[in-house]
């Protein structure tokens, strides 16, 4: 009876982080740069538009070197032989370090989502509504960061899983760029457009935040997708696609600890 306080004292720490994470990300794109344009000067437009983008940044850039680690046993052979004897052995252990990391993310995302919900009473934020759209599709995120983290290092111990880890971050990240000698070749072709309109987080969670990032001045003159037609994701397109990945990257991870031992 004397640990039941403890969980209770960490999740009161972590959404303390959360919340004052939040705040932080609010105050510096609200007021920490009063000169930007890129979304009008009222502060609390800039609030609502650009703090998820600060949010998204660093749920994957801080987030996936911790999930690529989850694994660090494996280096273990005793270990992944024990593991691996069995398709349960190795469920547990992939799927209880992914239950394990979700809920954490969750209590995050949660306590995030409550400071949205004090600065939308304030008049600094959006609406309630957009409030659980952006909450839902971080999670979404973060179910697919989760599982990239954890493939990546069930099928290359150390520090290799971070590496590729990032390394699929920054083509996510760089696909409005890569994409222009492609449309330069196959032309304006919808589905492609919204492919790579879809595999960018910050561009999916843009369109949820009413934000057009597509046709701000830096990235129209770099990428040809804000001179196309096209309409940002939908929500629900979004949490199928990255929620779906991360489930499958999960049982791949399942999979890459018995291939690791027979081999």
């Known amino acids: ?127 309630l509504g957009e409030i659980a759209r952006v909450r839902l599709v971080l999670l979404a995120f973060a179910v697919f960061g989760i599982g990239l983290g954890m493939w990546a290092r069930a099928v290359w111990p150390g520090a290799a899983a971070v590496g590729a880890c990032m390394l699929v971050l920054v ?7 890569a994409v222009a000698p492609v449309i330069a070749l196959a032309g304006t072709w919808k589905t492609l457009i919204q492919a790579c309109m879809l595999l960018n987080p910050w561009i999916v969670t843009a369109g949820i935040s009413r934000l057009d990032i597509l046709r701000m001045q830096w990235l129209y003159a770099l990428s040809p997708l804000g001179a196309v037609e096209a309409s940002y994701p939908s929500l629900g397109l979004a949490v199928a696609v990255y929620g779906g990945a991360g489930v499958a990257l999960l049982l791949l991870a399942v999979r890459a600890l018995r291939v690791h031992v027979r081999s």
Do not use: D, H, N, Y
Request: hydrophobic residues 55%.
């Open 171 to 177: 083509t996510m990240a760089t696909t409005p760029l």
């Open 1 to 127: 009876m004397s640990a039941s306080p403890i969980p209770f004292r960490r999740w009161l720490i972590l959404s303390a982080f959360a919340g004052l994470s939040t705040i932080g990300a609010m105050a510096v794109v609200g007021w920490g740069m009063p000169g930007i344009a890129m979304v009008g000067p009222r502060t609390a437009v800039r609030i609502s538009a650009l703090a998820p983008q600060v949010e998204v940044t660093l749920l994957l850039v801080v987030g996936l070197p911790v999930w690529a680690g989850l694994l660090r046993a494996e280096r273990s052979p005793a270990w992944r032989q024990a593991v691996a004897a069995t398709w349960r052995g190795r469920r547990l252990r992939v799927w209880g370090a992914a239950a394990a990391q979700l809920k954490f993310v969750g209590t995050l995302i949660l306590a995030g989502g409550c400071v949205w919900v004090l600065a939308s009473l304030a008049g600094l934020g959006p609406s």
